[in-house]
């Protein structure tokens, strides 16, 4: 089993929909996660890290759920410009930071 | 602040080449990160480093040597320039203390392509 797995998609939704992506980790001992976003041939920026208790900032929604060991992105209203590829990332030490495929989510008009 | 800077944005080389790519930060971060992501794959860590004089190994370090003489700078060599060396390659740095983990900041890519 990979560390990290995310669909790869891609997620065709339109105009203010809302969308939703888990990404699944393997390592228990994974203490820190985030979403990053990546635009096409640009670096990846971080969006938002991912809390226990689950943290929303603006449109944007991450939950973690160490139980069943996957976290997910949700987006609310999504805008044309959400267009992006979404990474999840984890970190279980200083070293360990396993990030994901990432998940391509494509907004139409 | 410029953030972290990296040169060259391209670069083609032929096969048994070397080059250095190089990477600074202004942000005074102690962790320095290099990555490569292939077409349509995830981040793998090559290199990175928790200070100055201080580096060690990721998951694809073959191929590749470091160094991290100061806090700012952290170049990445190739050495042999293979054609499995084509990807983009990201550095990163973050400050991580006691507090924890820092969010890493990226930097714009090298594209490499080797011939």
């Known amino acids: 089993r990979k560390e990290v797995e995310q669909d790869p998609g891609p997620f065709n939704v339109p105009e203010g929909a809302t969308v939703a992506f888990n990404c699944t980790y393997s390592?228990?001992?994974?203490?820190?996660f985030f979403w990053y976003r990546q635009d096409c041939r640009k670096e990846p920026k971080l969006l938002m890290s991912?809390?226990?208790s689950g943290n929303e900032d603006g449109r944007f929604t991450a939950q973690l759920n160490r139980a069943s060991q996957y976290i997910s992105l949700l987006i609310r209203d999504s805008k044309l410009s959400d267009s992006a590829t979404y990474l999840c990332?984890?970190?279980?030490?200083?070293?360990?930071?396993?990030f994901g495929s990432g998940t391509r989510l494509s907004i139409r008009p | 602040n410029a953030g972290v800077t990296q040169t060259p944005k391209f670069r083609i080389l032929k096969i048994g080449q070397s080059m250095t790519l190089q990477c600074t930060q202004d942000?005074?971060?102690?962790?320095m990160y290099w990555y490569r992501q292939d077409p349509g794959m995830g981040l793998k860590l090559i290199y990175y480093?928790?200070?100055?004089?201080?580096?060690d190994k990721g998951e694809v370090p073959n191929g590749y040597n470091v160094s991290r003489s100061t806090t700012e700078d952290f170049p990445l060599r190739l050495e042999l320039a293979a054609p499995s060396q084509t990807s983009v390659y990201f550095c990163?740095?973050?400050?991580?203390?006691?507090?924890?983990?820092?969010?890493?900041?990226f930097g714009p890519g090298t594209r490499l392509t080797v011939l």
């Open positions: 480093s928790v200070g100055a004089g201080i580096t």
């Open positions: 942000m005074n971060h102690n962790y």
């Open positions: 390592n228990s001992a994974s203490q820190s």
């Open positions: 991912v809390y226990s």
């Open positions: 990163a740095s973050s400050y991580s203390g006691e507090g924890g983990y820092g969010e890493q900041f």
């Open positions: 990332a984890l970190r279980s030490s200083a070293s360990k930071i396993i």
